[in-house]
């Protein structure tokens, strides 16, 4: 339980302060009014009609104010800072080297068998003599028919966007968009083994199966070399934020945190999330530790002392 209350003098402004009084011989700590420095409040000592305590400077010695941050704090977010760098660097360049190859990827054989349950009933079977129009980019166009197993071959399918039409007598058309680039993992079907399958149907009900993020290379690279440019944008924060914290400067290590804890944000609302599980791991990793970056920062920031007023003179 606290004392009564007692009228102190600040040491470092020399404003009045009232404070309960501590229970034992361990000071206890308030915060003046009127220049926020701690103040550390004991038992009275002096009899009236003094004050039962005064802070004046170089009466009593004042106890060092209690801290839970410092510089093995600074440390671990300078340290922070420096992972988060490294890891948007591995993953904006692992984005450019994607989009490279996709520039000058190569040429895909689509394949696969057309099926379809004929409009008098049965079992669906293969569907002989369906044809099979695929278009892609640089205007590519190839129209083959099917064998009498349903199957077909495409050959020489250059990189980017595709597009199979696919119409048999007596069938809905159907059309499929895909996407074909090295390392892209965001097609579910494989390209060499395509299962398509027809409803009966007139010319006017057709369907289309959409079957990818990126409708063209152009859009796919755009897209690419975006997101690769935020995080090359992200990285070059975190380190200005990595220098300055070194040295001293935590608003900057707050900056420079959450610049790496937003980049898996733009990421995912370019859309390239969906191009590498990897490197989408790597960038949320990243984030995570932007932001523990930005807490350990902020609170070096709030801990942060302020500078000492001149001293006020005794009379």
């Known amino acids: 339980m606290f004392g009564p209350s007692v009228t102190l003098r600040c040491a470092h402004c020399g404003g009045y302060l009232s404070s309960p009084t501590p229970p034992g011989a361990v000071p206890a700590w308030t915060s003046c009014p009127t220049c926020g420095r701690p103040v550390p409040v004991l038992r009275p000592r002096d009899p009236p009609p003094l004050f039962t305590w005064e802070a004046f400077p170089q009466i009593y010695p004042s106890p060092t104010p ?17 992972a988060v760098v490294v890891l948007l660097a591995i993953v904006a360049g692992g984005f450019l080297l994607q989009g490279g190859q996709a520039l000058y990827g190569p040429e895909y ?34 129209i083959v028919e099917t064998g009498l197993d349903g199957a077909f071959t495409v050959p020489g399918v250059p990189t980017g966007g595709i597009t199979l039409n696919i119409t048999a007598t007596g069938y809905a058309p159907l059309r499929v968009d895909l996407f074909a680039s090295p390392g892209y993992t965001g097609t579910v079907h494989d390209l060499g083994d395509l299962r398509l399958v027809l409803s009966p149907g007139e010319p006017g009900q057709g369907t289309t199966l959409v079957d990818t993020d ?80 930005v807490v350990l920062a902020a609170a070096l920031l709030a801990a942060q002392e302020r500078p000492e007023p001149p001293e006020a003179p005794v009379t």
């Open 66 to 82: 209690p801290r839970w941050v410092g510089p093995r704090v600074q440390a671990w977010a300078v340290a922070l800072l420096a």
């Open 214 to 293: 990126f409708a063209t290379l152009e859009v796919f690279l755009a897209i690419l070399f975006s997101g690769s440019s935020l995080l090359g944008l992200a990285a070059v924060i975190a380190l200005v934020g990595l220098l300055k914290e070194r040295r001293g400067h935590d608003a900057w290590g707050v900056v420079g945190g959450m610049a790496g804890g937003l980049a898996p944000v733009a990421l995912l609302e370019l859309g390239v999330t969906s191009l590498s599980p990897v490197l989408t791991a790597l960038s949320a990793v990243a984030g995570a530790l932007g932001f523990g970056a």
């Open 109 to 142: 054989t689509i394949a696969g068998h057309v099926t379809g349950a004929p409009a008098t009933g049965g079992p669906p079977g293969p569907i002989a003599g369906a044809s099979v129009n695929v278009t892609g980019e640089g205007g590519f166009q190839d």
